[in-house]
T-cell receptor
Framework: DAGITQSPRHKVTETGTPVTLRCHQTENHRYMYWYRQDPGHGLRLIHYSYGVKDTDKGEVSDGYSVSRSKTEDFLLTLESATSSQTSVYFC????????????FGPGTRLTVL | DQQVKQNSPSLSVQEGRISILNCDYTNSMFDYFLWYKKYPAEGPTFLISISSIKDKNEDGRFTVFLNKSAKHLSLHIVPSQPGDSAVYFCAARREGVYGNKLVFGAGTILRVKS
């Protein structure tokens, strides 16, 4: 257990509404990541953070923003949700020997109608 | 452009036999490779990894082989067990200015039949 929780675990929303997903970690790790998982695509990096208030884009960042105001929380916001953002979202932290491995939270299933 | 490819969407193996999952990559800048296992409704869990300076890493029933010249890695599971049935993702790490990023393959569904 990497001490990562995600909330909510499930959410259904309507097109055009804003949505915020939360990732919380209890182990004071510096690096945190947001991915989305879709059939045929594996996991794709949306944004990541390398410290408080330090973030950078991943390969599928359009339509998403992030914030990290404290070490333990990394928020992912969909400013105006679209049906193409229906997906399962995973948060991850970096740890392990040499900080080589990422460990994942349980995921949030988001449906945009 | 998919930099990490898992060309077999699924694999079915008899319990007790060997499972071999394959992964190909295109970017020679990748310096570390990982395998993750994922059960339905759960997050991916780290399984085993290998540095680009090695060609083999073993952990119990799991062994990862890396062929850098062919840009190919494989995961061997011996003996396969029904509990190994899951989706397996290959991932490759690339160092960036602000930390490392992982690039994942699309995954292979492994079914181990008892």
């Amino acid at each position: 257990d990497a001490g990562i929780t995600q909330s909510p675990r499930h959410k259904v929303t309507e097109t055009g509404t804003p949505v915020t997903l939360r990732c919380h970690q209890t182990e004071n790790h510096r690096y945190m990541y947001w991915y989305r998982q879709d059939p045929g695509h594996g996991l794709r990096l949306i944004h990541y953070s390398y410290g408080v208030k330090d973030t950078d884009k991943g390969e599928v960042s359009d339509g998403y923003s992030v914030s990290r105001s404290k070490t333990e929380d990394f928020l992912l916001t969909l400013e105006s949700a679209t049906s193409s953002q229906t997906s399962v979202y995973f948060c991850a932290i970096l740890r392990g020997q040499g900080y080589n491995e990422q460990f994942f939270g349980p995921g949030t299933r988001l449906t945009v109608l | 452009d998919q930099q990490v490819k898992q060309n077999s969407p699924s694999l079915s193996v008899q319990e007790g036999r060997i499972s071999i999952l394959n992964c190909d990559y295109t970017n020679s800048m990748f310096d570390y490779f990982l395998w993750y296992k994922k059960y339905p409704a759960e997050g991916p869990t780290f399984l085993i990894s290998i540095s680009s300076i090695k060609d083999k890493n073993e952990d119990g029933r799991f062994t990862v082989f890396l062929n850098k010249s062919a840009k190919h890695l494989s995961l061997h599971i011996v003996p396969s067990q029904p509990g190994d049935s899951a989706v397996y993702f290959c991932a490759a790490r690339r160092e960036g200015v602000y930390g490392n990023k992982l690039v994942f393959g699309a995954g292979t569904i492994l079914r181990v039949k008892s």
